[in-house]
């Protein structure tokens, strides 16, 4: 991911860099090629353009015209604009002692399940006691592909039965927490192939039944921006408190993915990275763009 993008953007920064001086119609030039890349990579067009006005605006409030490194100024401007539309500092999930529930949604086949046993393993890893929820009765092997993740993590799941209400889910989570207490609960919710009201509605009930401290959408890089649509909407229903992009070891152009945090206004606290159960890393705005911009 990314690389088109990167190899892109590598060639104008390093023509920039060059120059000792820039005028106006220079910068102006760079920064029409700057926009042209993110565009081509799928970065939402809203973003590439505030990214160049935003730059454009800094090389010349900074009085970079005109001084003697000009090049290097606007290099460096063009990185920090990346780390800042990729969200910043990086945050993680804010997790108290105990009494944490996360929630996870997202449309099927986004790496929901997936993400839910990747999650389980990362905090089993950093000393948590974790209980999965296997909640997802839409899709017919998801409960059973949960069950075979926290077995391979060594973590419990209660499992959601069929007509089950939320009020019964909170009642069996209730009394599984009497018996072997878990400090971090972890749902894999329902999803369906497209966002409709059914699906809403669940998601919403549920949500209200297990009071999460965490919302995590979790949404496919591959889906282009497609993925940011539904972001928008997931957030509406049951407001999203983080973002999981899945597949960003895929070969989608990456635009979707940048743009994620600009669009939607949430972090992104973790990118996947395979399939596998280690395939998933906290996501660093600096690192991402250290690697797009080489
Ligand atoms: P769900 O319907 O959202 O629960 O989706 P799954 O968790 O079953 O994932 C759908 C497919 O995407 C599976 O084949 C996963 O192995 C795959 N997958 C999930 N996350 C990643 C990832 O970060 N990278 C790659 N390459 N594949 C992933």
Do not use: C
């Not at 500092?89 to 449309?107: A, C, D, I, R, W």
């Not at 009201?197 to 999460?212: I, K, V, Y």
């Amino acid at each position: 991911m990314f690389e088109t993008l990167g190899n892109k953007l590598q060639d104008i920064l390093e023509r920039l860099q060059r120059e000792k001086t820039l005028t106006d119609a220079q910068v102006k030039v760079a920064m029409r090629e700057i926009r042209m890349a993110l565009l081509e990579a799928d970065v939402n067009f809203g973003v590439a353009k505030e990214f160049v006005s935003r730059v454009s605006e800094k090389a010349v409030g900074q009085e970079v015209l005109g001084s003697l490194n000009a090049g290097q100024m606007v290099v460096k401007l063009v990185h920090d604009e990346l780390i800042q539309t990729l969200g910043g500092e990086s945050k993680q999930p804010t997790l108290k002692n105990e009494g944490n529930v996360v929630f996870m949604v997202g449309l099927q086949g986004a790496g929901k399940t997936t993400s839910t046993g990747k999650l389980a393993k990362f905090y089993k890893e950093k000393g948590r006691r974790v209980l999965l929820i296997a909640a997802d009765t839409q899709r017919p092997a998801a409960r059973e592909q949960l069950r075979t993740l926290g077995n391979q993590v060594g973590v419990p799941v209660l499992e959601v039965a069929n007509g089950e209400t939320p009020a019964q889910t909170r009642q069996r989570l209730n009394e599984f927490q009497q018996q072997d207490f878990r400090d971090l609960v972890i749902v894999d919710t329902a999803g369906r192939l497209q966002i409709d009201e059914n699906l809403m509605t669940q998601l919403a009930d549920l949500q209200a039944a297990l009071q999460p401290t965490e919302t995590l959408l979790v949404v496919d890089a591959m889906t282009g921006q497609e993925a940011l649509s539904v972001a928008k909407t997931f957030d509406e229903r049951v407001n999203l408190s983080g973002l999981i992009i899945t597949k960003m070891d895929g070969d989608a152009r990456g635009g979707a993915a940048l743009s994620a945090r600009f669009v939607t206004g949430k972090p992104i606290y973790f990118a996947g990275t395979s399939e596998k159960l280690t395939g998933l890393e906290p996501f660093y705005p600096d690192r991402v763009a250290g690697r797009i911009l080489g």
